[in-house]
């Protein structure tokens, strides 16, 4: 009797124990949590195919967009092809008010890019145009957390239909980044319409690869292209979608292209990426 009576009290002292200790094992668990910084950039041109009589967002699709960033949760949105700040404030609105937004200057385009950023980053956040000419990116600097670096996205959109124009377009953007001071982190996301290290090297809409390569070369003395293994991310088996980080600064965690994002006459599926700072 006394030995089952010995056990009983062993058991009973052994929960107490359990009891006692999760608490703090949860929380050293939250802490070292906590100090891994992430980041989760999602890049997307939400235009139209070319056989549409409106090539640039339709305001129908932007419930399927929010659905998309709701279900990924990115701490960056860019995106190219919406008509104007009407539609960002729907899809604001969409997004039940859980991000922050800006549309570029239109300039002498029909279409603006937006930036995106969840509402949990720090006040403080600052939206900017980024000229080049009579075009213009849009751009957002922000902080999620005190101990955190400064983050910097661009979300732009180059020319289609001329590589010369494109280059001059990369040159303004990028020398815009390395303005910034040194300890921000910047990213430079969005449709790039850069036809190079393509899978069918052959199927090139460009009309000059040789300045779309060296606008590629020149992105890549500053950045690292982390959407590089992703693949093709229009659904003509294009990758002109790109988002550029700092590779001495940020570790490539996930780099996905959403295939199934994609909805109506949609001709760009969403590029995310996650990564280590």
């Known amino acids: 009797m006394w030995i089952k009576l010995a056990l009983a009290v062993l058991f009973t002292g052994s929960l107490l124990v359990a009891f006692a200790t999760r608490p703090h094992v949860e929380r050293t668990a939250r802490q070292r949590g906590s100090t891994q910084k992430s980041l989760r950039l999602l890049s997307w041109n939400v235009g139209n195919g070319d056989l549409e009589a409106e090539t640039r967002a339709h305001t129908e699709d932007l419930p399927a967009v929010a659905r998309v960033i709701l279900a990924n949760n990115p701490d960056a949105v860019a995106l190219q092809e919406l008509t104007g700040e009407d539609q960002l404030k729907q899809l604001l609105a969409q997004l039940e008010n859980r991000y922050r937004g800006f549309v570029s200057s239109r300039g002498l385009s029909d279409r603006v ?9 720090l006040t403080g956040t600052v939206f900017n145009d980024v000229p080049s000419g009579n075009r213009f990116a849009a751009a957002a600097s922000f902080r999620l957390q005190d101990d955190w670096p400064a983050i ?6 180059a020319d289609a239909f001329n590589a010369a124009t494109r280059r001059r377009f990369i040159g303004d953007v990028v020398d815009w980044t390395r303005r910034r001071k040194n300890d921000q982190i910047t990213f430079l996301a969005g449709d790039f319409n850069l036809e190079v290290g393509t899978r069918n090297p052959n199927n090139l809409f460009t009309d000059d690869a040789k300045h779309d390569s060296e606008s590629y070369a020149y992105l890549l003395k500053f950045f690292a292209d982390l959407g590089r293994e992703a693949g093709e991310t229009s659904v003509n088996d294009r990758r002109i979608d790109y988002i550029f980080g700092p590779g001495s600064k940020v570790k490539l965690n996930r780099a996905e292209v959403l295939r199934e994002a994609a909805v109506g006459h949609m001709d760009h599926w969403p590029l995310l990426v996650e990564v280590g700072l």
């Open 152 to 157: 910097v996205i661009v979300s732009a959109h």
């Open 113 to 121: 890019e937006a930036v995106l950023i969840r509402r949990e980053a």
